[in-house]
């Protein structure tokens, strides 16, 4: 991969509306309520900028968003990080991007003070190659809560000590 063709942005965009919606949509992993919440706390930055409470980084290629993370510090926790989203848009996975975000993330979780960085996603099959990358990437799967999103859905909530 040639980073020189990519660029890391923390600030928010009105396009990244958009490129957001369409970066989840594409990778055929989420229901269109999930989408849907993606897009709002895009919207919320913008709306609310830090008070809102979710920090953003974005790759861009060409002026257009094409992986990003949305991440948070967890109320009444002196030291403990959400990652709420991370997403490559499939035309763009594999390609490294994603252990990009996710170190950038976790290095701006650091800067802002945090120790401990949690992740939660689903226990379904199809969720398995995201499962790997967190483990690829030393996140620690801490739990997992049967029947969580649907039944045969579970929650696996992984952990990254910062």
Same mark, same amino acid.
């Given at each position: 991969m040639d980073t020189k063709e990519y660029k890391i942005r923390y600030e928010v965009k009105i396009s990244d509306i958009e490129d957001v919606a369409e970066i989840i949509k594409s990778t055929d992993f989420f229901r269109i309520d999930e989408v849907d919440v993606a897009v709002e706390l895009v919207k919320e930055r913008l709306d609310k900028g830090v008070e809102s409470g979710y920090e953003f980084i974005f790759i861009e290629k060409?002026?257009?968003?094409?992986?990003?993370?949305?991440?948070?510090?967890?109320?009444?926790? @002196?030291?403990?990080?959400? @990652?709420?989203?991370?997403?490559?848009h499939?035309?763009?996975?594999?390609?490294? @991007?994603?252990?990009?975000?996710l170190t950038e993330t976790e290095n701006q979780i650091r800067k802002l003070g945090g120790k401990a960085m949690y992740i939660e996603t689903s226990s379904k099959e199809k969720y398995l190659p995201t499962q790997k990358f967190y483990e690829k990437n030393n996140c620690e799967l801490k739990i997992c809560f049967d029947d969580f999103y649907d039944i045969g859905d579970g929650k696996l909530v992984y952990v990254k000590k910062l």
């Open positions: 060409d002026e257009k968003a094409i992986a990003y993370s949305c991440f948070g510090s967890i109320p009444c926790s @002196l030291i403990s990080w959400d @990652l709420y989203w991370i997403a490559t499939q035309n763009y996975r594999n390609s490294g @991007l994603g252990k990009i975000v």
